[in-house]
């Protein structure tokens, strides 16, 4: 519910009537809190339906994320991926900064929310005393309370949501099971999306490689009546050539072709 609490109504004596059913002012705000979050989960499915990149799509993600939680100041996605964390989205240069220097530590909530997939906040655990080079430039940031959430795409490709607040004792227990619904129902779509983003990659390297055979079939009929060797043998002296002059195959295979075509003119 959006908007201004509605008044209580007053007692005979002036002061106000207890709500009824136990509802009260935390009653609204909890409402508001689930209602932005739902609001911020239908508007980031809509662009994911759109055909974007993952880097797109992820910080999305992070602005969605701070529309969701009130009191989240600022976001990022830390994903590893080849066994190394990385700031795949964010929302300011200060995420990036605490991201990074818990990669360098090699600890924090960002990188334990990850590898433990469990929420991490700022309420269970002391960063002073677990954390003190994320605690030191979280300040710098003034930035007093955190919340992470794991995001599992796949066995190969995973990592966290991180929420920095510069509001003091951010983040209630409300919030956590927010962000934890949040990225559990996000998880699920970004997973179709990878799965996605890489049959379509694998689909343009087999275009690819079927746009690139007359070419080289033709390179390699070239050598083998120029140098009387196998086809095969031709293959890997184009291969050699390639990868000596650091160009694509098929780029190699044109150049040999448009030259091997060209008149002779020096007699």
Known sequence: MHGPAARLPLAKEGKPMEPEDGAGPRDAGDH????EATTALDALFAVIDEEQSLTVTLDRVCQQAIRALPDATM?????FEDGKPTTAASTSRSALD???????????????????????SSRDHDPGRLWPEF?????EADVTSFLSAPLRIDSEYFGS???????????AEL??????????????????????LKAKQLTDQ?????????????????????????????FAELTRHSQHENIKLRELAARFVAEAS???TTG
């Open 32 to 35: 508001g809190v689930l209602d």
């Open 75 to 79: 976001a990022s996605v830390s994903m």
């Open 98 to 120: 605490i991201d990074a220097v818990q990669y360098e530590a090699g600890a924090g909530p960002c990188l334990l929310a990850a590898t433990s997939e469990t929420v991490v």
């Open 135 to 139: 605690h030191r430039k979280a300040q």
């Open 161 to 171: 949501l991180n929420l920095y607040s510069c509001v003091e004792k951010g983040f």
């Open 175 to 196: 919030e956590v099971a927010v962000l934890d619904v949040f990225t559990t129902a996000l998880e699920g779509t970004l997973r179709s999306m990878r799965r996605y």
């Open 206 to 234: 087999l275009y690819e490689a079927l746009r690139s055979r007359p070419v080289i079939d033709q390179a390699k009929g070239i050598l083998m009546a120029a140098k009387n060797i196998t086809a095969d043998e031709a």
């Open 262 to 264: 060209r008149p002779d």
